[in-house]
């Protein structure tokens, strides 16, 4: 028997390390207000907005990238913030090229509990880079990803290649 390594995943199976319901903690603005950018694996912090990796990644190198105004509607935020988080994807995107080189990427925003958002309260959008092949059969009849890097190696891995690429 082979086994699936994912020791990362234990904090969000126990839940010890998430506020309790009755605290309104939000992750991206607890993460922003600390300077341990390696602990929260921040990437990268721009003027409105930061990328970080996904604690609970769908692939390896899954980021999200977050606005410092907390708010959960695209309508609350400015101009300078919307374009920041698109300039933001695009330096993501080549960070990860050069750090993984992806056959793809998903970029997307969950608005709203209902849409999919596991944290409804602040905005953030996703870039989750994609190869041919990673959706093997594990998902399909196991219900279980299979994660080839842990997150200290992918969060050196992207950190390097940001300061390769021409974004960031």
């Not at 050069?98 to 959008?125: R, S, T």
């Amino acid at each position: 028997m082979e086994r699936l390594w994912a020791p990362w995943r234990m904090a969000y199976i126990d839940k010890s390390d998430l506020p309790k319901k009755d605290e309104h903690r939000c992750i991206f603005c607890d993460k922003a207000a600390d300077d341990d950018d390696q602990r929260n694996l921040i990437l990268y912090r721009g003027r409105t907005a930061f990328v970080l990796l996904n604690l609970y990644p769908y692939n390896n190198g899954h980021l999200m990238i977050a606005p410092y105004q907390h708010t959960c509607k695209l309508t609350e935020l400015s101009d300078e913030t919307m374009l920041e988080i698109m300039q933001l994807t695009r330096d993501a995107q080549l960070a990860l090229k050069g750090a993984f080189a992806p056959d793809g990427y998903n970029v997307g925003i969950n608005l709203g509990a209902i849409a999919g958002a596991g944290i409804a309260d602040h905005m953030h959008q996703h870039i989750v880079p994609r190869w041919g092949g990673d959706s093997n059969f594990m998902h399909v009849i196991g219900d279980t990803k299979v994660m080839p890097d842990s997150l200290e190696n992918s969060y050196r891995k992207i950190k390097e290649a940001w300061g390769r690429s021409d974004g960031g």
